[in-house]
């Protein structure tokens, strides 16, 4: 068993003392492991792992004047990994809320009070200017962005002024900054327009098509949008999805029509947004994070649209997630926010992939409960609103480690495929790593057994052995272990990736690199609540 033997720190290259094991008797678990070219596996794009940003406070993310230099360093982090940084769509909720004013510097906002449960809420009033869009300069070199104009309004005028801003904004960053405007969406969540006063109890995907072709028509001359164009639209971003050819779907905008009208056939992807529920009615925080980390709840929540992707790429069009994260409203106080958040990024960015889910788009906002990364220095906590002893810098949070790791995993070399391996346990899951050679390279498994600080001293772990099957290369006989160590589930900060931290007052990573080196046939251990990466090798 790996943790009973030796431990190398490879900055120093130090053998450090021999770590026992842990004195339970480990679980073991059998884990069938296909080797050489698999035909069901599916490739990640560099940047699965993207961003949605509610607009309101956009600037507090890239820096209006002044690049925010620890959001820029948490987004190069990624970058760096991956070779391209993450996509962004900034809109969302508040893109609906934004009206336009020539000239304005950068933006007037109306905020509602907060409260315990939102302690901060979205802006209720947004009126943007131009330099608004334009501090999109201040994004990392080479990243790509979808951005939302307001459609719940119904001000033509006002779509049309935001639009031009954006497009603006993007003729004026040189090719060298390499940043792309791939998208305009138009309207956030249009399905439920009917439940915020933006439409009448009546409102329908029928009368929704028609109104999205009017405003597209628009946009696609103003920006321009056109056959040619990079820039394209995104279709759907409805907050719920009814999977039928009747209702707020992929399927009811393709029955409806919207393929067909000129501005439809400008729409490359279709979004869809999705959050696992509310969080706040599972009992107790502990069974909160237990729920959201649980294998048989994440694929449940992707699960349900497999139909909806399966009808968009009949169509030859992309699908992402273009706004998802844990629980709605926010997040979830010490649910969304907690250790156990790095391990629920990690099943749910690669399950997705296994259903052809293109992308994802974590949303984030300024002191959101869910949020990767706290950009701006916070005053009142995030959990409820009270004040803080003193002010909170900006900061990660422990679902940015996942965000490293999938981009680790995805590596720089291009043409990385995930597949899901069939692990026999309803607390552990599995994926293989295919290189674009076909071979396999890399393993990753997520212990989601909730180990938390009321549970004791006892930490279960199982064991597990691999077992390679197929053919195309040898098997495997060397493994490189690298692990994301969590002290208990509900902790909201002190992971290490490798033994490294990332929780750090420039966001860049700090800490001795620790990898353990092993033979792959004496299996290894993994301890509930954590995630391991196996780099194998001959
Ligand atoms: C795992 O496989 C080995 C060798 O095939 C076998 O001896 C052992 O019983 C299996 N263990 C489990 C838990 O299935
Ligand atoms: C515009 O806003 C920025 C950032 O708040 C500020 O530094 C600058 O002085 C403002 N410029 C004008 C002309 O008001
Ligand atoms: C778009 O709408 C604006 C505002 O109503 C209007 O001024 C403009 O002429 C429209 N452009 C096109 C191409 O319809
Ligand atoms: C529509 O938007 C324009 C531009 O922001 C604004 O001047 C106008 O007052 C708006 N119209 C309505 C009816 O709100
Ligand atoms: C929706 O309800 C409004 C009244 O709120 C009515 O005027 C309209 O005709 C209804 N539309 C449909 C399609 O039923
Ligand atoms: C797109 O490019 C093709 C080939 O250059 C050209 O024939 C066509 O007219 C262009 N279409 C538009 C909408 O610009
Ligand atoms: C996610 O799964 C949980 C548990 O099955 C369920 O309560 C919740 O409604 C699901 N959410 C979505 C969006 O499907
Ligand atoms: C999708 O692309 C394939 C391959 O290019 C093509 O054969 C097929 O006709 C396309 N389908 C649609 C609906 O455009
Ligand atoms: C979150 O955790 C903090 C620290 O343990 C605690 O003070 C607070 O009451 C918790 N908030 C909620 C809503 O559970
Ligand atoms: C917290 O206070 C500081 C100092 O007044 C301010 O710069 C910062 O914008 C505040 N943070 C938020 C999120 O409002
Ligand atoms: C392919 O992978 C999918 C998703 O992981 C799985 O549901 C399916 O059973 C696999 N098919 C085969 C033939 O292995
Ligand atoms: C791996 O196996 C080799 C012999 O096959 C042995 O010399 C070495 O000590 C083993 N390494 C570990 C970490 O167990």
Not at 7 to 13: E, G, V
Not at 121 to 145: C, K, M, W
Not at 281 to 298: E, H, L, P, R, Y
Not at 405 to 422: D, K, M, P
Request: glycine residues 8%; negative net charge.
């Amino acid at each position: 068993m790996l943790d009973a033997r030796c431990t190398i720190m490879f900055a120093n290259l130090l053998l450090s003392a021999c770590i026992i094991s842990s004195a339970l008797q480990a679980r073991a678990i059998n884990v069938s492991v296909p080797l050489g070219i698999s035909s069901n596996t599916t490739e990640v794009s560099p940047s699965h792992i993207s961003f949605s940003i509610e607009q309101d406070r956009w600037t507090d993310w890239v820096g209006a004047t002044v690049k925010n230099e620890f959001f820029s360093n948490a987004i190069t982090n990624l970058a760096e990994l991956t070779g391209q940084p993450p996509r962004f769509r900034i809109g969302a909720d508040s893109e609906d809320h934004t009206d336009f004013q020539p000239g304005l510097n950068f933006s007037e906002l109306v905020f509602p009070v907060p409260s315990a449960a939102i302690p901060y809420p979205e802006a209720s009033s947004i009126v943007v200017g131009e330099a608004f869009y334009a501090a999109a300069r201040n994004l990392v070199p080479g990243t790509h962005v979808t951005w939302g104009v307001n459609l719940r309004s119904l001000n033509l005028t006002a779509a049309f002024l935001e639009a031009g801003a954006i497009a603006e904004a993007f003729n004026s960053f040189s090719a060298s900054s390499g940043l792309v405007l791939d998208a305009i969406e138009i309207g956030n969540e249009a399905d439920i327009y009917t439940f915020n006063g933006g439409r009448p109890a009546n409102f329908t995907i029928e009368e929704y098509v028609p109104q999205w072709t009017s405003f597209a028509s628009n946009v696609s001359t103003t920006v321009p949008i056109t056959a040619n164009t990079t820039t394209k639209f995104w279709g759907g971003a409805f907050a719920d999805s009814d999977h039928s050819t009747t209702g707020f779907s992929p399927q009811g905008l393709f029955s409806n029509g919207i393929l067909r009208t000129a501005p439809g056939m400008l729409i490359d992807t279709i979004s869809q947004h999705v959050y696992s529920g509310g969080g706040t009615d599972c009992g107790s925080t502990d069974q909160c994070i237990q729920d959201m980390i649980t294998k048989a709840f994440i694929r449940g929540n992707l699960s349900q649209f497999i139909p909806d992707i399966a009808a968009t790429k009949s169509h030859n069009l992309t699908y992402v997630l273009g706004e998802t994260n844990s629980y709605f409203n926010h997040g979830s106080a010490n649910v969304s926010n907690s250790a156990g958040a790095a391990l629920w990024v990690l099943d749910y960015a690669f399950f997705a992939a296994t259903l052809g889910i293109e992308r994802l788009y974590f949303h984030e906002g300024v002191g959101y409960k869910y949020n990767f990364i706290q950009p701006v220095t916070l005053n009142v906590s995030i959990d409820d609103a009270t004040p803080l002893p003193e002010p909170l810098p900006p900061h990660i949070q422990p679902a940015y480690y996942g965000a490293i790791i999938v981009a680790e995993i995805i590596g720089n070399t291009g043409g990385l495929s995930v597949s899901e391996l069939s692990v026999n346990s309803d607390t552990l899951s599995g994926y293989a790593f295919h290189s674009n050679t076909g071979q396999l390279i890399k393993l990753l498994f997520i212990n989601s057994d909730g180990f938390f600080a009321s549970s004791g001293s006892n930490r279960p772990s199982v064991h597990l052995d691999l077992d390679f099957t197929g053919t195309g290369q040898p098997s495997p006989s060397r493994m490189t272990v690298k692990r994301l160590e969590i002290g208990h589930a509900d902790d909201t900060s002190g992971l290490t990736w490798g033994g490294q931290t990332y929780e750090t007052p420039d966001g860049l990573v700090s800490g001795t690199l620790s990898l353990e080196e092993g033979n792959v046939t004496d299996g290894l251990d993994i301890p509930a609540t954590q995630a391991v990466l196996v780099n194998l090798h001959d």
